[in-house]
């Protein structure tokens, strides 16, 4: 577990004294003084390590063992791909409304917006235009459906920009839902029906994230997460571990629920089936694993978790071996 009083004191620090020149988002220190051009600070703007994200749109696809036929590949990666211009648009529109605050952050204040880098005029004329793009991509690849999906995105990723952030558990369901709708967006682009259990895994494993962002938010950011983040002042400690626990025992309960259900339907391929049961055991592991980064302090970017966790990589590429044996052979 994390000792809340040894995390915040360097934390408080940072937002006293603007730390001691950590890179952009990360903690990598860069060079005293140093300023990136308006195209290196638009690229860092849109956040291209989060869009591992939206690798969430082939969830469905690949667990309906419809990704080897073309066409539903192609649709579900040009989902993907407008997923990619959705999520880099409304970056652009939140950081450029949350700039003053993030100046007060002891690592989003190298944000480019938050760092005067990169001109809250151009973020928000840029976002406009992938956001629009996103919507139109949406329509041409899956229809109204798939464009209403995306819709639906933008509607509550800005208004938890605009406004949502500030209502605590509200601004958690709005997260939980960003992780969720990408989910769903892979059914829709792919023409595959969503399971119940899909839904329940996809629902409350978006909401273990959320929770873990919040949690590692509160302890590093101490007695001053207020100033901040005000939604950070309504939480408790005991509260967010007790949700994030929950969904992330929920989701690993209907995962189990999802392939035993799915192993019944391979009767003439009882191996396949085992397999899929056995792939229970690392999904289970991974959750642990997570929950235990995020005890770290290591929840506040769930996609370096991702990135950086060798143990994780290695446990979740052997629950994904047995997925794709268990369906696709």
């Given at each position: 577990m994390v000792d809340?009083?040894?995390?915040?004191?360097?934390?408080?620090?940072?937002?006293?004294?603007?730390?001691?020149?950590?890179?952009?988002?990360?903690?990598?220190?860069?060079?005293?003084?140093?300023?990136?051009?308006?195209?290196?600070?638009?690229?860092?703007a849109v956040r291209p390590r989060q869009w591992v994200k939206n690798l969430l749109v082939f969830a469905a696809p690949a667990a309906a063992a419809v990704l080897t036929h073309?066409?539903?590949?192609?649709?579900?990666?040009?989902?993907?791909?407008?997923?990619?211009?959705?999520?880099?648009?409304?970056?652009?529109?939140?950081?450029?409304?949350?700039?003053?605050?993030?100046?007060?952050?002891?690592?989003?204040?190298?944000?480019?917006?938050?760092?005067?880098?990169l001109s809250r005029g151009l973020a928000l004329g840029i976002g406009t235009v992938l956001l629009v793009c996103?919507?139109?991509?949406?329509?041409?690849?899956?229809?109204?459906?798939?464009?209403?999906?995306?819709?639906?995105?933008?509607?509550?990723?800005?208004?938890?920009?605009?406004?949502?952030?500030?209502?605590?558990?509200?601004?958690?369901?709005?997260?939980?839902?960003?992780?969720?709708l990408r989910a769903v967006a892979g059914g829709v682009a792919a023409h595959v029906p969503l399971s119940p259990w899909f839904l329940v895994v996809a629902t409350f494993g978006s909401l273990f994230v959320a929770a873990g962002k919040r949690s590692t938010e509160f302890a590093q950011l101490g007695d001053d997460r207020g100033e901040h983040r005000a939604a950070l002042s309504w939480y408790r400690e005991r509260s967010l571990r007790w949700a994030r626990r929950l969904s992330a025992t929920v989701t690993v309960g209907a995962y189990a629920a999802w392939a035993v259900a799915r192993a019944a339907m391979t009767d003439d391929r009882v191996q396949d089936g085992l397999l899929l049961v056995l792939s229970?055991?690392?999904?289970?592991v991974a959750a642990v694993l997570v929950d235990r980064a995020i005890e770290r302090g290591h929840g506040g970017a769930p996609e370096e978790i991702v990135l950086k966790d060798h143990v994780l990589q290695v446990v979740g590429f052997l629950c994904c071996v047995l997925v794709v044996i268990g369906l696709y052979t």
């Open positions: 809340a009083e040894r995390v915040r004191e360097p934390a408080v620090e940072l937002l006293r004294t603007g730390g001691p020149g950590a890179g952009p988002d990360t903690g990598v220190p860069e060079p005293a003084g140093a300023r990136r051009s308006t195209a290196s600070a638009l690229l860092v073309p066409v539903a590949l192609a649709r579900t990666t040009g989902a993907a791909v407008a997923f990619c211009a959705a999520s880099a648009g409304t970056y652009l529109i939140n950081d450029s409304i949350d700039a003053e605050a993030d100046r007060l952050h002891p690592t989003k204040r190298l944000r480019p917006i938050a760092a005067r880098e996103a919507l139109a991509g949406g329509a041409a690849i899956g229809g109204l459906a798939l464009a209403a999906v995306i819709g639906a995105y933008l509607a509550i990723t800005l208004s938890y920009s605009f406004a949502l952030k500030h209502v605590p558990v509200v601004e958690l369901l709005c997260i939980s839902a960003g992780f969720l229970v055991v690392p999904f289970a």
